[in-house]
């Protein structure tokens, strides 16, 4: 029994030494860059690509995305050592925006000093766990997908540090491979993946400093054995997932006083040429704003995105007056998610369907307008018979709890050129009807292109959202 003790003693001492910590920075505050998929400095930049084929891509990916989040997530019980997934696993999943982050401690060329090796993280508001493969799923028995980056050499990294089952705070008990925390995640495909969970040293590029951002004792998920995933990655672009939702595994919850229980974002247009830098702020780093709007951000169950209360759509000022069932959440069903990772927003197609007719309806009103079908791509779209970008097109209002968020015509609609050099437009939405047969109550996700020119912080702690309407190029 005393040694018992004792074993325990010196577990519960090494769970607090393994806390992650600042290494480098203000004592208080934390930010990091995010690049969008389509910016020069994305491993997943197509330069040769035109703005229509760009937005195709993104509606496909937002589509994609949004029918993953729809499927059940089971619950996070210790009864359970696997969590199945009812989605199938695919690239297009993967959040739009990522992060260059640096993993582990490896000697340099000179003595006494190290450095990390740097990879590609999506940054996902969807999930919790950072994770990342690692070497291990070479060995005999497990199996890796396609990265073109080195897969992480945990066993050789000075900071790495398997963490022993059952006594880590972020370790759930009784899921444990070889006596150290594990987790196990499933899809309904057939796919899955396997692995420790460690804490490493992570570094992150900064708007504040030229020098890194470092986190000690960040606690990670390392997969050894990935199952079924050779269409994970984006052709082996990215190595894993930054997790940014509810649960306590999240960067936001693991990064404690320096974050404050908040984060922030303020994302700008893309266009796929030029992209300024957009940045993910944490804490004292997220600056102050007066004018700001709140509503509640809602949590079910285990599910790790971030629910809203959307109660109706305006357009031009006038609500549509879409019955609010429409986007309430059923047990483990529908719902409405704020979600960064989302390209374009996807609505439930009940209410979608009278947010196109209303549009109809407005349209009609005006000359020279034809109603036009772009092979897949946005449902609703016009060509004009004289270009006039996004002048005469409407706003678009979400009405969520008491605060609105207005889309500006810029965010609610896409403009491009026609075959034979005519302008058209399209309301930059969809249904999850728009390329595959309508699911039973889907989660509608208001998506990244109608967050654009807003200051968005997210208060985890108080459970709120706030926004406000921001030219996001003067502080990204």
């Not at 920075?25 to 760009?54: C, M, V």
């Amino acid at each position: 029994m005393a040694n018992s003790a004792k074993l325990f003693l010196g577990f519960l001492v090494m769970s607090i030494f393994l806390l992650p910590k600042i290494a480098i920075g203000k004592s208080n505050g934390f930010t990091l860059k995010l690049i969008h998929r389509d910016s020069p400095e994305s491993p997943l930049y197509q330069a040769n690509l035109a703005q229509l084929q760009r937005t195709r891509k993104l509606i496909l990916q937002s589509l994609a995305r949004s029918t993953y989040q729809s499927h059940e997530h089971p619950s996070n019980s210790t009864q359970h050592f696997i969590n199945v997934l009812r989605s199938k696993v695919d690239y297009q999943l993967g959040s739009i925006f990522m992060a260059q982050v640096g993993i582990g401690s490896f000697r340099a060329s000179w003595p006494n000093s190290s450095s990390p090796i740097s990879y590609f993280l999506h940054v996902d508001t969807g999930s919790s766990l950072i994770w990342t493969q690692c070497e291990e799923c070479k060995a005999r028995g497990n199996n890796c997908f396609y990265q073109k980056q080195p897969i992480f050499p945990d066993l050789r990294s000075s900071s790495y540090t398997k963490l022993p089952c059952n006594v880590h705070p972020l370790c759930y008990p009784r899921r444990c491979v070889k006596r150290f925390c594990s987790y196990h995640y499933e899809y309904e495909d057939g796919s899955s993946s396997e692995g420790y969970l460690a804490s490493e040293t992570f570094s992150f590029d900064s708007s504040t400093s030229i020098q890194k951002e470092i986190v000690q004792n960040m606690v990670f998920g390392c997969g050894f054995n990935q199952q079924n995933m050779k269409n994970y990655g984006d052709q082996g672009n990215i190595a894993g997932i930054l997790g940014l939702g509810w649960g306590p595994r999240s960067l936001v919850k693991q990064l404690g006083s320096r974050a404050g229980g908040r984060f922030s974002y303020c994302l700008q247009r893309v266009d796929g040429n030029h992209q300024r830098n957009t940045f993910l702020r944490f804490g004292s780093d997220i600056p102050s704003r007066s004018g700001l709007q709140t509503t509640d951000l809602l949590q079910y169950g285990s599910e790790e995105a971030y629910f809203v209360n959307l109660v109706d759509i305006s357009i031009a000022g006038s609500r549509l007056h879409i019955p609010s069932d429409h986007f309430i959440r059923r047990g483990s069903r529908g719902g409405t998610i704020f979600d960064s990772g989302t390209s374009y927003t996807i609505i439930i197609e009940s209410a979608y369907n009278i947010l196109e007719q209303a549009l109809v309806n407005h349209f009609s009103k005006f000359v020279g307008l034809t109603r036009i079908r772009v092979p897949r791509f946005f449902s609703l779209c016009y060509k004009r018979s004289i270009g006039r970008g996004f002048s005469n097109l409407p706003n678009i209002t979400f009405h969520i709890g008491d605060a609105n968020l207005v889309a500006q015509p810029e965010v609610a609609f896409s403009v491009d050129k026609a075959q034979d050099g005519k302008e058209f437009f399209c309301l930059a939405m969809a249904s999850h009807s728009l390329f595959q047969s309508n699911m039973d109550d889907p989660v509608t996700a208001i998506g990244a292109y109608q967050q654009i020119n807003h200051r968005i912080i997210y208060d985890v702690t108080r459970k709120k959202l706030q926004f406000r309407p921001e030219d996001c190029t003067q502080n990204p």
